[in-house]
């Protein structure tokens, strides 16, 4: 590929809205940390500037490299992944759960590349046995069975954030796959079942299988009234710095809820509360716009793919970012559980912000690639007639259409 072909077939909308919300988030985090350290007031925001910088190099190099590679090392990734994941259980917990593996001045959290390594494993997964067996409750079945074991030791960290992320890259590359939907009815059924189960019907025979807080933060959405202590105490921060914004925000020195402190986790889980009290509705709805941009360039992506796998790897992905979106800003508002899902981009972290963007990367390899069409092959009489104007010899009559 050269690199006049990469240039004119890269998705600068893509680009540009990313490159909008990535700004957005940096100056968000700076602003909103300045004094979360005394003596160094710059720490999170020149550590969120290297992790920005990590993402924007994996971005590049993945852009630059043919997404069928992926492919061909489904295996390996997938095992590599299910490592990772199975190495961290075995760590000393942070805040009740085991997350991160320390590497240097970097946290790798596992769960987070898991995503995006859950993505490409199971588009080539679901495309090498969907169009022996279209819509086959054989496929759906040997698919779940795929995604169940990285999903489970998420669950397991505990992490029900990210579980349900993978849970909606499940879904999307199904979908696009061709799942028939009482197949989805079905999986509807045998969800509400499981979740029946972990909610009422184990605590009532004394098995606990969430966690206190993660409890804690399912009951005070769904009694916003009852005191719950930080479970309902975050929530309700967010909705009144969220809600002090008014049209146009009160600036970075007036938002007293982020550098008072009372919003609690705001360069993190609730950095979206932070932007609607500085920047007001305003600058909270260019943010949604933003996200409305790449998700529906993502969504693009999927027609724009040359082969099922890219296709379903962009699903993947649109549905990656959909669901982190809606989930954080929803619990920031009221109308989801806390539940710790990061919002792309613009959360500080350095698992989720280089493989946000290593996403991105990806989403414009496809579509490099998928916009360059293929040569047709040359008719069997072509072939002939090219065949012996080459030697001299005239060319055979036309063959007659059937």
Known sequence: MTTSLYLRRLDYVLVAAVAAIVALGWLTVDSATRADIADDPGYYAFRHGLYIALGVLAAVVLSALDPQLFRRFLWPIYGVTIALLVVVLGLAAARGSSRWITIGFFNLQPSEVGKLA???CLAAFVSDRVREHPGSWRTLGLALAFVAPPALLVFVEPDLG????????????????????????????AAAVVLTVVFVALPRVGVQVLEGYQMARLTAFVNPSEDLGDAAYQVNQSKIAIGSGALVGKGVQGATQTTDNFLPEHHTDFIFAVVGEQRGFVGAAFLLSLYVLVIWRAARTITLAASLYESLIAAGIAGMFLTQVFVNIGMTIGIMPTTGIPLPFMTYGGSNTVVNLAAVGILCAIQIRGGVPLPPPLASHDVVVN????FGEAAPPPLARR
């Not at 065949?387 to 080459?390: K, M």
């Open 162 to 189: 990210t579980s349900i992320v993978y849970a909606a890259i499940t879904v999307t590359i199904l979908f696009i796959a061709g799942t028939r939907m009482v197949q989805f009815a079905a999986l509807g059924v």
């Open 118 to 120: 859950l993505a490409v």
């Open 387 to 390: 065949a012996r104007r080459r």
